[in-house]
């Protein structure tokens, strides 16, 4: 009695461990695998501290590409190869200055102001004109040429607070920045201030891309920080007719010559078909590392690699790894990703793009027809024991959108992304701001997720 007892006890275990899906076993290698590695997050910090200022065009930009090649054939992937783009060079030059004198009382005012990539310079002597202050276009229009004419236009419009989606509240300020200057001068303004495109209230400016019209005067462009601009706002307030200062030393240079970096892992049984997986190497180069956007996301493309490797998994279909370049500013590594896709007449199962912030992964949005979304959606109980519970239709990322009209679904990783917008586009964004598990969690999703994709399609 006693032998068939104590057998019961140690076959029960055994029972458990058999009974338990396959899949969930094969996913939960993936995430110890990841949270005791510290591979990525150590070559993370070689990548921010040795390329910070990796914004296309740059020689920190091709010092990545070389780098995070460099990274993949060390981790032994099947095949890594450049492939070679023309992109924007634009230089940002000493940095920028930014003040004004209150002319009630003299007192002078220092701001924190940094150059809108793509910007135009103003010259070794600056800018100095009355500003004005607007909230929206709409405000800019009822003005009109006579109010704004040969005056800076402050657009000062702050990020919604009570939305729980931060890249909604985003969005809705985003398009000041990137158009501002094009619609202040039409009505003759001679530069533009921007409050930073951030729900956080700091001493930073947040930069980005701005866009300019050919047919329409070009002016320069800075961001404020958001406490600057509180102030400046209320300095306004006191003195309506508030001269304002700012210097900037940027300019645009003929385009050359980069890359995107892209690793592979060959399928055992369909190496013709594809998973892409992919973060952006390029990076803002006003003091930050590029850390969270989007050090981070490259560093989990490759891996995804690594731990399937590290797994012994071996996938049906290649798994590829790509450091998209110029996500910043003309998105040009996307779309020759996307060309070249197209001239080689590719088969992409699904691409996957992780670029928003190094926080803990609450799940996956896709871009797909409802009945492949629909699919995807009955993988979100492999990864719910890991407090992901976000898989829903919605965005898959910037640099994968142009595999879009190749009919690809496209995933983006969803990240708890309250404080996304504290580092985005600033100097607060470095690496010391990366939580290593909340790093490999998302490493370990996204490897969960091309793990499914690969067994059972899309």
């Not at 039409?186 to 201030?193: D, L, N, Q, T």
């Amino acid at each position: 009695m006693k032998t068939i007892f104590f057998s019961i006890i140690f076959i029960l275990p055994l029972m458990s461990v058999f009974s338990q899906d396959v899949d969930s076993v094969q996913i939960k290698k993936f995430f110890d695998d990841a949270l005791n590695s510290k591979i990525s997050y150590n070559n993370l910090s070689k990548l921010c501290k040795e390329t910070a200022g990796r914004i296309c065009g740059t020689q920190k930009s091709l010092d990545a590409v070389y780098f995070t090649k460099k990274m993949m054939e060390e981790l032994k992937f099947d095949t890594v190869y450049l492939q070679e783009l023309m992109v924007p060079h634009w230089i940002r030059g000493e940095k920028e200055t930014s003040g004004c004198t209150l002319m009630k009382t003299g007192a002078k005012y220092i701001f924190n102001v940094s150059a809108l990539g793509m910007s135009i310079g103003t010259g070794k002597k600056g800018i100095t004109a009355e500003i004005i202050e607007v909230k929206s276009f709409d405000d800019l229009k009822a003005l009109g040429e006579k109010e704004v004419s040969g005056k800076i236009v402050f657009f000062n419009k702050e990020a919604e607070q009570s939305y729980v989606l931060t890249f909604r509240a985003y969005g809705e300020i985003a398009g000041f920045r990137s158009r501002g200057a094009i619609e202040a001068a039409k009505y003759g303004a001679v530069g533009v201030v921007v409050r930073s495109a951030t729900l956080a209230h700091d001493e930073y400016p947040h930069t980005g891309v701005m866009r300019y019209d050919e047919n329409i005067k070009k002016i320069p462009a800075v961001a404020i920080a958001t406490n600057h601009a509180d102030t400046l706002s209320m300095l306004l307030k006191k003195d309506k007719k508030l001269i304002f200062h700012f210097k900037t030393n940027c300019e645009t240079k003929e385009d050359v010559k980069s890359y995107n970096v892209i690793g592979e892992f060959c399928g055992s049984a369909y190496p013709d078909e594809f998973i892409t997986v992919g973060g952006h190497i390029d990076a803002w180069d006003n003091g930050g590392e590029g850390a969270h956007d989007d050090g981070c996301g490259c560093m989990q493309a490759m891996e995804v690699i690594r731990i399937f490797k590290a797994c012994g998994f071996k996938p049906k279909r290649t798994i590829r790894a790509v450091m998209f370049m110029d996500e910043e500013i003309a998105q040009r590594g996307g779309r020759k990703y996307a060309e070249e896709a197209v001239r080689k007449n590719e088969k992409h199962i699904a691409a996957i793009e992780s670029d928003a912030g190094c926080m803990s992964p609450r799940g996956f949005s896709m871009d797909a027809g409802i009945d492949t979304v629909n699919k995807f959606i009955q993988f979100k109980k492999y990864f719910e024991p890991y407090g992901m519970y976000e898989f829903r239709k919605g965005y898959g990322g910037v640099d994968i959108s142009f595999l879009k009209k190749n009919g690809t679904p496209l995933i983006g990783l969803m990240t708890d992304n309250q404080r996304y917008f504290d580092f985005h586009h600033c100097a607060f964004d470095t690496f010391d701001k990366i939580n290593r598990r909340e790093m490999q969690m998302g490493s370990a999703a996204i490897a969960g997720l091309v793990y499914l994709i690969d067994k059972y399609g899309l």
